[in-house]
């Protein structure tokens, strides 16, 4: 069976307001970003420049930076479906030191795959009057997509540059980018054309 993907529209021009734009930055951590960790996606190691990249835009205009941290303990029922990963404390929890937050950027320790599930995530964007969300990260299919979904239910506007997520593979590469394109109503770019204004 041949699967065709299809046709998924970039913007090229994408003016998001400062003030009301964050910037979420899905579990780029040592256990999925780094060789040596248990979950390792190859493919996050090429998102780590643009994600400096749009972190460097994002500052110049006190956009918010949130940070998801996929936290696990040491006998979590994730680990029926997973190898075990991000364990709290532990070395493959922390984020990439490539990427490394600095104090005045929010940390959401998340339990599941999705950042609003159970953590304070929709509180502080509710609080800051946050309506569009620059989604970036890893796994794309997984924990990436369904924060996004789930923001898109929220009624957030979600923007996913495609050069800022990644995958295990294409098949799942593509799954993410045709569901936050045709279901979530999401804008597809690249770190390149978003400008925070
Ligand atoms: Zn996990």
């Known amino acids: 069976m041949t699967v065709q993907v299809p046709e998924i529209k970039l913007n090229e021009n994408v003016k998001l307001n400062s003030k009301e734009t964050a910037l979420i930055i899905v579990d780029m951590q040592n256990d999925f970003c780094d ?4 979950l390792f996606v190859p493919e996050s190691r090429k998102t780590i420049e643009p994600i400096q990249k749009l972190i460097e835009k994002a500052r110049e205009k006190n956009v918010k930076i949130f940070y998801t941290q996929d936290t696990h303990k040491k006998d979590d029922k994730e680990f029926e479906i997973w190898p075990v990963h991000v364990v709290e404390g532990t070395w493959g929890w922390e984020i990439i030191p490539e990427l490394k937050p600095t104090e005045n950027d929010i940390i ?17 964007l509710k609080i800051y009057n946050i309506r569009n969300l620059v989604i970036v990260g890893t796994v794309a299919n997984i924990c990436v997509l369904h924060t996004a979904g789930s923001a898109a239910l929220r009624w ?22 045709r569901q936050i394109d045709f279901l979530y109503k999401g804008i597809l770019t690249k770190v390149e054309f978003i400008e925070f204004v």
Request: net charge negative; glycine share 10%; hydrophobic share 35%.
């Open 108 to 124: 959401i320790r998340k339990l599941r795959y999705d950042g609003f599930y159970g953590t304070s995530l929709d509180h502080y």
């Open 156 to 177: 957030y506007n979600i923007i996913v540059p495609i050069d800022g997520i990644s995958a295990l593979n294409e098949f799942d590469y593509y799954i993410a980018l």
């Open 35 to 38: 060789e040596k960790g248990s």
